[in-house]
């Protein structure tokens, strides 16, 4: 690895190889840290799906508390 970024400064001009180079460090960053990127995403999707369904089954609780009755639901 070092081999070939003395190479770039070698072979081209300085503020070129500084770019060059800054550009690579910045791609392997992001190359790095995208999987915990992606499994925070799932993660927080996932805590959210939870959260809804809690929410829809106090409602659904609260409904058949204060009615009595019967809720139709998608399995109607």
Avoid: C
């Avoid at 081999?3 to 500084?18: D, H, S």
């Avoid at 960053?29 to 993660?43: A, D, K, S």
């Avoid at 409904?63 to 009755?69: A, F, I, K, M």
Wanted: proline share 4%.
């Amino acid at each position: 690895m070092e081999r070939y970024i003395e190479q770039i400064f070698k072979e081209l001009p300085f503020g070129i190889a500084i770019a060059i180079v800054a550009f690579l460090g910045i791609l392997l960053i992001i190359w790095l840290l995208l999987p915990l990127w992606v499994l925070f995403i799932q993660w927080n999707t996932s805590k959210i799906k939870d959260e809804i369904r809690n929410v829809a089954d106090l409602l659904e609780k609260r409904q058949r508390d204060e009615g009595g009755g019967h809720v139709s639901g998608p399995g109607d």
